[in-house]
Each structure stands twice: as structure tokens, then as C-alpha cells.
């Protein structure tokens, strides 16, 4: 069921498991039929650990959403909360609760906290009255989930927010604690790097929470060799860059969200009823990506510009493949030939279903303004002209486009920039409080304290520097066969690609200048492991090195998704970066995005 | 900074007194950019105010731009063009949303004059 986490150079089905398990021990602690109460926002990240069988094998009848007022009636004998420990969704437990005691029914009520229990809504709870009807209370440690196959995330949205605006370290707390969870299953990482203010801080965290665990040394053979720290704030223009990978474009129409994209079902409808007979599936509008599938493993890195060709390509295989019915002969040969229908056939839903996908996106990529955006983007990132009072932005703004483009256009302006001239910045601000309102002052002010927008301060731009040195920008990027990084946009590299890159070989100390231009410190520990443990490496091994971004790899389009996500991936030559680049961009989008919340 | 988010949450005459507050706040922190940006704001509150009483355009708690595209939609192209000369709107801005609204209004006349 999930075999696409095992594929990769670590087995993530390990972490899986224990989260399973803790799931299951807690299920049981309630005996009976129970149902659950989701706050929403959880649901998504659950689907990732346990599917709804799961759940059903420890007696879990029904299933609600959180909201106010009564529960909808259900026929069992405990109601399970499960909620993250936020203050206004304890108010709303109280006010199911209260409700339902006047239906005179005894059950047995439990909340479980995720991640982790708060002193703060207990209180709360019992200021409303309603701690004592609780049986349970417990937390479920839920940090890093398993994502993809070389992907683990936090799945917590707010974390760029929390760290860079409200100043607010809870995330980095989880982080720590969700890093220690992940070493107790994989080893303890003997190095660690980090970059940026928040890295330094999880880092910390973490070898405190080392030295309070001293006694009870982890036996296992480590399985990463490097940990990479990395803030966000260090490389803040990737996200704003629209990406152009499958995956990237995919995000960036549509959305990805906990792995799943919805998708409008015309399309795809209209496709069944061409193909009458084939048992189809019958509604396509959720699809699951993951490198499980096949061919969306094989694509979903590509340029998009070189997706077109590998799914023809693959067409001609598989319709070449059932070709073969004609050629076999003997029993043996149809009897093998049967055997492979299943897989056949998923392989071509797979492919119907991608090509309806590029379609989709193609209409897009080919508009005229898509291309327009995307020269001002790249002129932007060459550094030509970005001093200057930028004509695109100023008439996406007279025509009124969504406000988040424009942001995003601007912020990355500024960026290049190292801020913009207090005069351009002031005739950005003032057009888009006329032009959108004046409560965007508040987006405009996050924007500002965020450090995405800021008006420049010393004449001197590091920008080009860092561009040249760590090479962000190539010329002929090679959209068909990659053979550098800068090929999932076209042209630029991102900056924390290039520092995973440089750290591997030849190490940091041959960039210092450049780091000390990014914001936050860097900085270089080690964990000593008990003997015997070191790994002997044979020469021309791979290493493999998790990288973790704090405050969110780019992502999905929704406001103010900041996932805190890590990655798992190969160091060593080229391949590190095509890795890591997953998630920038199955991460790709909205930075701006989340700010324009005031 | 607060006093701006509690703006929000009033409407009409309270607006404007909270409006001056933040400007008093941004005052004392020397923010030039958001002392006037919210000063313009106030002038524009009341200048809907008034023409909401005077024509009933039904304009309150449109931005600027939305303001003068009603405006315009509204045949009150006078009033439209005080709006951009007292808020230094940029041409381009709004003679394209001046040849918009016309065209979409099919007031081709008004459209020749200029």
C-alpha cells in the first residue's frame, strides 16, 4: 500500500510504521466503538499514515468534522477529538460537549493532541467546565511525515509566518523534536550544517535535547551522513520563481495538497465516454501523485517542455506492448502476456491521465501572459534592469490581475535588487493600495518585516555577486536532457541547490564570502557516535545527506501553506541536486501568497 | 501599528476616527509612506461618503480604483476625474480604465472625445 516510500535510497516505510503503531496503541486504549471528530486541518497529513481501514480494524465507526453546535448523532461509545492544541478549536470541543450532555447519552470522550499537548487548552478547558469529561488525554507525536519516497514533511502551514513575522519558535521547537524521533529510528546524524538564524536555533535545540537523553546512547548504524540545516529566509527568490517542471506547473495551476491534486473533471469525463467499454475508474477529479506511479516518477521532474516528448514516448511503448498479443504464440507466452494486462492497463490509465493533465497545463503555458510573466521573471533573476520602475508590473497592476502575482513579481524584484529605491518601492505600494485597497497596507507591512520587500538600504547589491559565484544562472539550460539544475526553471538555479551542491564538494569553506552576504550565520556541528558505529566507506559511495528547509520549501499555491519540509536525498554529483529540487518545486509556489493575509 | 486592525472591524464614521489615530501612530514612528497613504484613505472615505448622500453611487468601502470604474459606469465622469487629479493616479492607469469602462458601456461618443 505503500511501497512508493520504500523505494527510495532510505526506507521511510520504517517511520511510517512507528507512527502506526503509536495510532493503533492509542485506539486501543479506548475499548469500544468510537468515532472520531477531525479538526479539518488534520486530515490531510492522517491520510498520509493511516488509511480509513485502518482506522476501521480498531472499531472506529464514524467519522465528523469539527465545527460548532451538536455532534451529529452516532451509535457508539467514545468520541475521539483530534485536534491540534489551539485555543479556538477547545472552545468549539466544549461547545459540542455542553450540547450533547443534554442528549443524556454516557459516552466517553478522549482528545488527542497533535503533535503535542498544551497546558494552555487544558486550561481553557477547564475554565469552560468541561476538562473532567475526558477520560483520555493524550498527545500523538506526529513531526515528520512520510511524504513520498524521498520526501518527509511537517505539513505545518504557518510555519514561514511563525518564524519570520510573529517571531514565533514552537516550529522549530517540532522540528528539533520531530529530527531527534527520526535519528532514534535511523541513527544519530554524525554531521550537521545549517545556515540562517532558525537553523542555528534548531540546532541548539537539538544537541541540548542530546545531552539530556546522555546515558542512553543510539545503537543503530547511522543512515544519513550530513544534515543540512537551511533557512528559508537564505534563498527567498526559488519560491517566488514560477516553476517549470511537470510537478512545479501542476502545483502551480492547480495545487498539491498532502499529495493529492484536484483537478477540474471536464476533461477527463469527457475522455470516458469516448473510451465506453474499459473499466475506468469513475471519478478522476482527486488523483494521487507520488513517485508510486510509474511514469508520473519518470515526469514529474522533467522540464515541462520536455514532458510532451516522454509521454509519447511512452505511448509507443505501451501500445507496442499490447501489440504483442499478436505475436504470442504458444499458451506460455499468452498465459505471460495475461499476466502483465494488470499492470498494462494501469500503465495506460496513468498515461490518459497525465496527457489529459499536460493538456491542461499546456493551454496555460503557451498564453501570452504566462510567457510575458515569465520573461519579466527571468529578467529579473539576469539582473537587467531591476533598479528600475518595472513597466510589467505597473500595468499588471492598471488592469488589476490577482494582487498575489503582482506581489510575488515585486517581491522578487526586490530580492534581485537587494530592496528597491525607496521612490520605486513607495510607487509600487501606493498604486496597489489604489488599485486593490487600502487594507493591503497590512500585506504590504508583513511583506516588509518578512524581508521579501524592502526598500534598499546600502547602494552596494550582493545580488550579481551570489549569482556569479554559486553560478544561479546558466544561459543554455538543457530542457531535454538536463545536465545541471538550472533546467527546472529554465535558467536559474536555485541558491539552496547550489549551497547543497557546494557543500558536498568541495565544502563550504570555498564560498565564504557568499555566506557571509546571506542573512543568518553558518555554522558546522558534530555528533560524536559510540564506537564502532563508524560506517568504512569504500571509495565512490554514495553519502546520503538529509536536507531540511525551515519555513517551508516552496509551496502550493494556498495562503500561507509553509511546510516545513525535508528531504531525503543522494548526495554526490549532479544527482543531489535533481533530487532536492523535488520538493522545491513539488513544493513550488507561494511565498508572497501567505502574506497577503493581513 | 494596532490601531490600523481595528479599522477593520468598524464601518462608517468610526472608520475615520480610527483612520486619524493610525496616523498619529505613524506619525510618532516617522512612517512618511503610511501617514499619508492613510490620510489619502480618510480623504477618499469621505468623498464617498458625500457622493453616497448627494447621487446614492453606493461607493462606500471601494478602493480607488473600484471608485472611479463606478464612477465612470455611473456616467459621473466629472467626479472621476477630481479622483485622479486629487490622487495623483498615473495616466496610464487611468486612461485605460476610462477606455474599459466606456467601451464596455458602448458610450462610443464619450469615448471620441478623447
Same mark, same amino acid.
Given at each position: 500500500?505503500?511501497?512508493?516510500?520504500?523505494?527510495?535510497?532510505?526506507?521511510?516505510?520504517?517511520?511510517?510504521?512507528?507512527?502506526?503503531?503509536?495510532?493503533?496503541?492509542?485506539?486501543?486504549?479506548? !475499548?469500544?466503538?468510537?468515532?472520531?471528530?477531525?479538526?479539518?486541518?488534520?486530515?490531510?497529513?492522517?491520510?498520509?499514515?493511516?488509511?480509513?481501514?485502518?482506522?476501521?480494524?480498531?472499531?472506529?465507526?464514524?467519522?465528523?468534522?469539527?465545527?460548532?453546535?451538536?455532534?451529529?448523532?452516532?451509535?457508539?461509545?467514545?468520541?475521539?477529538?483530534?485536534?491540534?492544541?489551539?485555543?479556538?478549536?477547545?472552545?468549539?470541543?466544549?461547545?459540542?460537549?455542553?450540547?450533547?450532555?443534554?442528549?443524556?447519552?454516557?459516552?466517553?470522550?478522549?482528545?488527542?493532541?497533535?503533535?503535542?499537548?498544551?497546558?494552555?487548552?487544558?486550561?481553557?478547558?477547564?475554565?469552560?467546565?468541561?476538562?473532567?469529561?475526558?477520560?483520555?488525554?493524550?498527545?500523538?507525536?506526529?513531526?515528520?511525515?512520510?511524504?513520498?519516497?524521498?520526501?518527509?514533511?511537517m505539513e505545518y502551514e504557518s510555519a514561514f509566518?511563525?518564524?519570520?513575522?510573529?517571531?514565533?519558535?514552537?516550529?522549530?521547537?517540532?522540528?528539533?523534536?520531530?529530527?531527534?524521533?527520526?535519528?532514534?529510528?535511523?541513527?544519530?546524524?554524525?554531521?550537521?550544517?545549517?545556515?540562517?538564524?532558525?537553523?542555528?536555533?534548531?540546532?541548539?535545540?537539538?544537541?541540548?535535547?542530546?545531552?539530556?537523553?546522555?546515558?542512553?546512547?543510539?545503537?543503530?548504524?547511522?543512515?544519513?551522513?550530513?544534515?543540512?540545516?537551511?533557512?528559508?529566509?537564505?534563498?527567498?527568490?526559488?519560491?517566488?520563481?514560477?516553476?517549470?517542471?511537470?510537478?512545479?506547473?501542476?502545483?502551480?495551476?492547480?495545487?498539491?495538497?498532502?499529495?493529492?491534486?484536484?483537478?477540474?473533471?471536464?476533461?477527463?469525463?469527457?475522455?470516458?465516454?469516448?473510451?465506453?467499454?474499459?473499466?475506468?475508474?469513475?471519478?478522476?477529479?482527486?488523483?494521487?501523485?507520488?513517485?508510486?506511479?510509474?511514469?508520473?516518477?519518470?515526469?514529474?521532474?522533467?522540464?515541462?517542455?520536455?514532458?510532451?516528448?516522454?509521454?509519447?514516448?511512452?505511448?509507443?511503448?505501451?501500445?507496442?506492448?499490447?501489440?504483442?498479443?499478436?505475436?504470442?504464440?504458444?499458451?506460455?507466452?499468452?498465459?505471460?502476456?495475461?499476466?502483465?494486462?494488470?499492470?498494462?492497463?494501469?500503465?495506460?490509465?496513468?498515461? !490518459?491521465?497525465?496527457?489529459?493533465? !499536460?493538456?491542461?497545463?499546456?493551454?496555460?503555458?503557451?498564453?501570452?501572459?504566462?510567457?510575458?510573466?515569465?520573461?519579466?521573471?527571468?529578467?529579473?533573476?539576469?539582473?537587467?534592469?531591476?533598479?528600475?520602475?518595472?513597466?510589467?508590473?505597473?500595468?499588471?497592476?492598471?488592469?488589476?490581475?490577482?494582487?498575489?502575482?503582482?506581489?510575488?513579481?515585486?517581491?522578487?524584484?526586490?530580492?534581485?535588487?537587494?530592496?528597491?529605491?525607496?521612490?520605486?518601492?513607495?510607487?509600487?505600494?501606493?498604486?496597489?493600495?489604489?488599485?486593490?485597497?487600502?487594507?493591503?497596507?497590512?500585506?504590504?507591512?508583513?511583506?516588509?518585516? !518578512?524581508?521579501?520587500?524592502?526598500?534598499?538600504?546600502?547602494?552596494?547589491?550582493?545580488?550579481?555577486?551570489?549569482?556569479?559565484?554559486?553560478?544561479?544562472?546558466?544561459?543554455?539550460?538543457?530542457?531535454?536532457?538536463?545536465?545541471?539544475?538550472?533546467?527546472?526553471?529554465?535558467?536559474?538555479?536555485?541558491?539552496?541547490?547550489?549551497?547543497?551542491?557546494?557543500?558536498?564538494?568541495?565544502?563550504?569553506?570555498?564560498?565564504?564570502?557568499?555566506?557571509?552576504?546571506?542573512?543568518?550565520?553558518?555554522?558546522?556541528?558534530?555528533?560524536?557516535?559510540?564506537?564502532?558505529?563508524?560506517?568504512?566507506?569504500?571509495?565512490?559511495?554514495?553519502?546520503?545527506?538529509?536536507?531540511?528547509?525551515?519555513?517551508?520549501?516552496?509551496?502550493?499555491?494556498?495562503?500561507?501553506?509553509?511546510?516545513?519540509?525535508?528531504?531525503?536525498?543522494?548526495?554526490?554529483?549532479?544527482?543531489?541536486?535533481?533530487?532536492?529540487?523535488?520538493?522545491?518545486?513539488?513544493?513550488?509556489?507561494?511565498?508572497?501568497?501567505?502574506?497577503?493575509?493581513? | 501599528?494596532?490601531?490600523?486592525?481595528?479599522?477593520?472591524?468598524?464601518?462608517?464614521?468610526?472608520?475615520?476616527?480610527?483612520?486619524?489615530?493610525?496616523?498619529?501612530?505613524?506619525?510618532?514612528?516617522?512612517?512618511?509612506?503610511?501617514?499619508?497613504?492613510?490620510?489619502?484613505?480618510?480623504?477618499?472615505?469621505?468623498?464617498?461618503?458625500?457622493?453616497?448622500?448627494?447621487?446614492?453611487?453606493?461607493?462606500?468601502?471601494?478602493?480607488?480604483?473600484?471608485?472611479?470604474?463606478?464612477?465612470?459606469?455611473l456616467g459621473l465622469h466629472k467626479q472621476a476625474?477630481?479622483?485622479?487629479?486629487?490622487?495623483?493616479?498615473?495616466?496610464?492607469?487611468?486612461?485605460?480604465?476610462?477606455?474599459?469602462?466606456?467601451?464596455?458601456?458602448?458610450?462610443?461618443?464619450?469615448?471620441?472625445?478623447?
Amino acid at each position: 500500500m505503500a511501497a512508493h516510500l520504500s523505494y527510495g535510497r532510505v526506507n521511510l516505510n520504517i517511520l511510517r510504521e512507528a507512527a502506526r503503531k503509536e495510532l493503533r496503541e492509542f485506539l486501543d486504549k479506548c !475499548a469500544g466503538s468510537k468515532a472520531i471528530v477531525w479538526d479539518e486541518y488534520l486530515t490531510g497529513p492522517f491520510g498520509l499514515i493511516a488509511q480509513y481501514s485502518l482506522l476501521k480494524e480498531h472499531e472506529v465507526e464514524k467519522m465528523f468534522t469539527l465545527k460548532r453546535g451538536r455532534l451529529p448523532s452516532a451509535d457508539v461509545k467514545n468520541i475521539i477529538f483530534f485536534v491540534r492544541p489551539r485555543i479556538e478549536l477547545m472552545e468549539i470541543i466544549a461547545d459540542n460537549i455542553f450540547n450533547e450532555d443534554k442528549l443524556h447519552s454516557p459516552r466517553d470522550f478522549h482528545i488527542l493532541f497533535v503533535p503535542r499537548r498544551s497546558m494552555l487548552c487544558e486550561q481553557r478547558l477547564k475554565e469552560l467546565g468541561v476538562l473532567g469529561s475526558f477520560i483520555n488525554i493524550d498527545e500523538y507525536i506526529l513531526d515528520l511525515i512520510p511524504y513520498d519516497g524521498d520526501l518527509l514533511s511537517m505539513e505545518y502551514e504557518s510555519a514561514f509566518r511563525e518564524c519570520y513575522l510573529e517571531n514565533d519558535q514552537t516550529s522549530l521547537y517540532h522540528t528539533a523534536k520531530g529530527l531527534m524521533t527520526l535519528q532514534a529510528l535511523y541513527g544519530s546524524i554524525p554531521q550537521i550544517y545549517g545556515k540562517g538564524e532558525c537553523a542555528r536555533n534548531v540546532a541548539n535545540m537539538m544537541l541540548r535535547m542530546k545531552r539530556e537523553f546522555a546515558g542512553s546512547q543510539n545503537q543503530i548504524l547511522p543512515v544519513f551522513d550530513t544534515l543540512l540545516l537551511l533557512d528559508r529566509n537564505v534563498d527567498l527568490l526559488t519560491p517566488l520563481a514560477t516553476q517549470l517542471t511537470y510537478e512545479g506547473l501542476i502545483d502551480e495551476v492547480y495545487g498539491i495538497n498532502n499529495g493529492y491534486v484536484k483537478l477540474p473533471p471536464e476533461k477527463f469525463s469527457q475522455k470516458k465516454q469516448g473510451e465506453a467499454s474499459k473499466d475506468l475508474p469513475t471519478e478522476h477529479k482527486k488523483l494521487q501523485l507520488n513517485s508510486a506511479e510509474e511514469l508520473y516518477a519518470e515526469i514529474r521532474d522533467k522540464n515541462f517542455n520536455a514532458v510532451g516528448s516522454a509521454l509519447s514516448k511512452k505511448a509507443k511503448i505501451i501500445s507496442a506492448a499490447f501489440e504483442e498479443r499478436h505475436n504470442a504464440k504458444t499458451v506460455g507466452e499468452i498465459k505471460q502476456f495475461v499476466s502483465q494486462l494488470p499492470h498494462m492497463q494501469a500503465a495506460r490509465i496513468s498515461l !490518459a491521465n497525465h496527457t489529459s493533465i !499536460a493538456e491542461l497545463i499546456k493551454d496555460i503555458t503557451t498564453s501570452e501572459a504566462f510567457f510575458d510573466k515569465l520573461t519579466v521573471e527571468q529578467e529579473f533573476m539576469t539582473g537587467v534592469d531591476t533598479d528600475k520602475l518595472n513597466m510589467y508590473i505597473e500595468d499588471r497592476i492598471a488592469q488589476k490581475d490577482p494582487l498575489i502575482k503582482i506581489l510575488r513579481l515585486m517581491c522578487m524584484q526586490s530580492v534581485c535588487n537587494n530592496g528597491l529605491k525607496q521612490k520605486v518601492l513607495d510607487f509600487y505600494k501606493r498604486e496597489i493600495l489604489q488599485t486593490y485597497g487600502y487594507e493591503h497596507i497590512l500585506t504590504l507591512n508583513n511583506l516588509e518585516k !518578512a524581508g521579501l520587500l524592502k526598500p534598499q538600504t546600502s547602494s552596494r547589491n550582493n545580488y550579481p555577486t551570489i549569482r556569479k559565484t554559486l553560478k544561479l544562472w546558466l544561459e543554455d539550460a538543457n530542457e531535454q536532457n538536463p545536465n545541471d539544475i538550472s533546467y527546472v526553471y529554465s535558467g536559474y538555479a536555485p541558491l539552496s541547490i547550489r549551497l547543497t551542491q557546494v557543500l558536498t564538494r568541495p565544502g563550504w569553506r570555498s564560498i565564504e564570502e557568499v555566506l557571509k552576504m546571506l542573512p543568518g550565520p553558518h555554522f558546522e556541528e558534530r555528533q560524536q557516535l559510540p564506537a564502532g558505529l563508524h560506517k568504512k566507506r569504500q571509495q565512490g559511495e554514495n553519502r546520503t545527506t538529509l536536507v531540511f528547509f525551515l519555513g517551508g520549501v516552496t509551496h502550493r499555491r494556498r495562503s500561507q501553506q509553509r511546510v516545513v519540509k525535508s528531504r531525503v536525498e543522494l548526495n554526490a554529483s549532479e544527482r543531489t541536486a535533481v533530487y532536492t529540487l523535488k520538493i522545491l518545486l513539488s513544493t513550488g509556489t507561494r511565498m508572497g501568497r501567505g502574506q497577503t493575509l493581513r | 501599528f494596532y490601531v490600523s486592525a481595528a479599522l477593520r472591524e468598524k464601518r462608517t464614521e468610526g472608520r475615520v476616527a480610527a483612520l486619524q489615530n493610525a496616523v498619529d501612530e505613524f506619525n510618532k514612528g516617522k512612517n512618511e509612506f503610511n501617514t499619508k497613504a492613510t490620510e489619502e484613505e480618510m480623504k477618499l472615505l469621505r468623498f464617498q461618503k458625500k457622493l453616497d448622500e448627494e447621487k446614492g453611487a453606493g461607493l462606500q468601502g471601494l478602493c480607488l480604483q473600484d471608485t472611479m470604474e463606478a464612477l465612470l459606469n455611473l456616467g459621473l465622469h466629472k467626479q472621476a476625474e477630481q479622483l485622479y487629479r486629487d490622487f495623483r493616479v498615473p495616466d496610464k492607469r487611468f486612461w485605460w480604465l476610462k477606455l474599459r469602462a466606456l467601451a464596455e458601456k458602448h458610450d462610443w461618443e464619450e469615448l471620441d472625445k478623447f
